[in-house]
């Protein structure tokens, strides 16, 4: 596999962290699901040198509660311009944006998919992101296509016999 040259990898949320599915209770309180293996992959990602973001259009205390579980420090949510967002994002950082990663999965991810170095549609993303993309998860989104992306790159980097070593040096 080529070397894939990755430090930040940007995600949306909808469709892509989660299943696109909006669930609101009978107050009208929303919710989202996120899979634990996404999760774990974030967590690799982080531990083997991949800064982790997310960028979503919309707002929701929900997102900022997982990514302050996951340790996800830059958070940008209700993005009008994913792709000034994204070129912002890597001026905080100082990642240049040829070595920023984003995974999308609808129209408003293009603006960014357009910038990015490097782009990554989920299995079940709209034709024209799968079209914009360098990789396509077999996984739809929500459901470990985040997970698989991870493993896709830390793969290109050669690091992902390091990351298993974490689970099987346990002893």
């Keep these: 596999m080529a070397d894939i040259e990755i430090q930040l990898l940007v995600l949306d949320v909808d469709g892509v962290l989660t ?30 040198g991949i800064q982790v973001a997310i960028l979503t259009g919309k707002t929701s205390h929900v997102v900022q509660h997982r990514a302050n579980e996951l340790g996800i420090e830059h958070v940008i949510q209700g993005s009008k311009n994913k792709g000034g967002d ?4 890597c001026e905080t950082t100082g990642i240049p944006i040829r070595l920023t990663a984003m995974v999308g999965d609808d129209l408003p991810d293009l603006p960014a998919f357009a910038v990015a170095g490097y782009k990554i ?5 709209v034709d024209e992101v799968k079209h914009a993309a360098s990789f396509i998860t077999t996984k739809p989104g929500g459901h470990g296509a985040v997970r ?7 793969k ?12 099987t040096n346990q002893g």
Excluded: M
């Design 121 to 125: 549609a989920v299995g079940d993303a």
């Design 148 to 154: 698989e992306a991870i493993e896709h790159l830390l």
């Design 86 to 89: 994204i070129n912002a994002l």
């Design 19 to 48: 299943d696109g599915g909006l669930y609101v209770d009978d107050k009208g309180k929303p919710s989202k699901k996120f899979n634990v293996k996404d999760g774990l992959g974030i967590k690799l990602a982080q531990r083997f």
């Design 156 to 167: 290109a980097q050669g690091k992902w016999d390091a990351a298993l070593t974490v689970f």
